[in-house]
């Protein structure tokens, strides 16, 4: 990997070594270029990205344990546990549980099947955007007010019905009478396409969560105001969709007068305190990751790699509960806690996500990580070209004048408390914190924990009507 086969290689520094632009034109048969490429491996600023990026590269090249040893270093010697004593203590039931929901047809079927399976209609819609990438919308029509939902990274329109009927927060607004719709980001599977791009091509994933809040929420959100020929939509969204509305609200602040109501599940903005172990792994030298893995051409997240099965390992360990609850790349971002999880469900969950993102979104947030900031991507060198400052430009928060209700929890590994609290100061109107009371609470129980209808929805619902 270190002798690389390309002629060009950029390597971009981050702060901690000025910021600049080392750019060197290499030939991979030279003496010079080997010792160079040996120096940068063996700083400590690159050597974690250099390894991360080298096995998202390499085609499973080199042994998991000597990655696993990478991957700790990067996280700082530090990893949460997922597979605890409490879910030990539950070993029995989680296998007979998980056993039991192999046999739900909802495994397989489509949302729209899925959707039409509990009673309810079911339309499809299609909006391109002004950058030309076709999105899709889905919406459970009613005669109430519309209510936007837009899932979180790796998520689609499925995460909110895929709970089912007692627990999907699509089927409980439909239930109350709300006219729901559903939005998809670019990149996932239900918006994978482009007037002129094809999936295939690099240039298809050269997008951030800034272009899903700049682009694609504006394009669905006016797109349901004229299909329901009101002036205004309440917006309820989980995890990146709470990300992307405060992108949208903020550069494009005219949006703000679109929306009665934002109600933010698990808000991500700040991240200076995230404990998720991908977030964090790529917090080190994220300008490098990107420009390594742009010259390689791979810009999808593809969620089976060397890195990810590493994670895996290091997380759940080898035993048989490891392949239940850590087969999916969605609990190595978010974690999970036995309590809230419904286990006999998992293999729904697990037959409709992930359902795509890019690199450049996860790079993203791992920028936020180290600079503590919420700003846009951060392209290094080029900054000063693309923004007219070496440093790239904080999201205004001030101007998200929208009323803003945020949901939080103790043990969210993507929303801290803290910084929480910091993006509750820094908006123009949030209204009000709203901490779920029950402490073991996690990200990903939000739309999919058990008592989500007790502990959520209630107090969801009691803030929809008083807009």
């Avoid at 402490?439 to 619902?461: A, M, R």
């Amino acid at each position: 990997m270190r002798n690389f086969t390309l002629i060009v290689i950029v390597i971009i520094s981050t702060n901690q070594v000025g910021g600049q632009l080392i750019r060197y034109t290499l030939s991979s048969t030279s003496t010079t270029v080997s010792a160079l490429i040996d120096m940068f491996y063996q700083l400590p600023i690159f050597s974690g990205p250099f390894r991360v990026a080298e096995d998202i590269i390499s085609s499973g090249r080199g042994a998991i344990t000597s990655l696993s040893g990478t991957v700790i270093h990067a996280l700082g010697g530090h990893l949460p546990t997922l597979i605890n004593k409490t879910i030990l203590k539950h070993f029995d039931d989680i296998v007979a549980d998980y056993h039991a929901g192999l046999g739900n047809e909802d495994i397989t079927l489509s949302i729209e099947k899925i959707i039409e399976k509990y009673n309810h209609k079911v339309e499809k819609h299609f909006v391109t955007t002004e950058d030309q990438y076709c999105l899709t919308l889905f919406r459970i029509p009613n005669k109430g007010p519309a209510v936007f939902l837009m899932h979180g990274l790796l998520g689609s329109s499925d995460d909110f019905v895929v709970a089912g009927p007692e627990g999907g927060l699509a089927f409980l607004l439909t239930r109350e009478g709300y006219d729901v719709w559903m939005g998809n980001a670019r990149g996932n599977k239900h918006s994978k396409q482009h007037l002129i791009l094809n999936p295939s091509d690099a240039i298809f994933w050269d997008f951030s969560w800034h272009e899903i809040g700049y682009y694609d929420l504006p394009a669905m959100i006016d797109y349901v105001l004229a299909s329901k020929n009101t002036s205004s939509l309440k917006y309820i969204g989980y995890s990146q969709g709470t990300t992307t509305f405060f992108v949208m609200t903020s550069e494009r602040p005219e949006y703000n007068e679109k929306i009665s109501a934002m109600i933010a599940l698990s808000p991500v903005a700040f991240m200076t305190k995230v404990r998720s172990p991908i977030v964090r792994l790529f917090t080190p030298g994220t300008p490098l990751i990107y420009y390594i893995t742009k010259i390689f051409g791979i810009r999808e997240f593809l969620p089976d790699n060397n890195l990810i099965r590493s994670l895996k390992f290091l997380l759940c360990g080898t035993l048989p509960l490891a392949e239940i609850l850590c087969s999916n790349v969605i609990f190595l971002f978010t974690g999970f806690g036995y309590e809230q999880l419904n286990v006999t469900n998992l293999p729904v969950l697990y037959g409709h996500m992930p359902a795509g993102a890019s690199v450049k979104q996860i790079v993203h947030f791992g920028q936020g990580t180290m600079s503590g900031d919420f700003k846009m991507f951060d392209y290094g060198y080029f900054n000063l070209k693309l923004y007219g400052n070496k440093e790239p430009p904080h999201y205004r928060l001030y101007k998200v004048v929208t009323p803003v209700y945020l949901f939080y929890s103790d043990e969210d590994w993507l929303a801290h408390p803290d910084d929480v609290e910091k993006l509750y100061s820094s908006l123009g109107n949030a209204k009000e914190m709203y901490k779920v009371p029950f402490e073991p609470f996690t990200h990903v129980d939000f739309i999919w924990g058990k008592d989500v209808k007790t502990l959520i929805y209630e107090k969801l619902k009691t803030i929809l009507l008083s807009h």
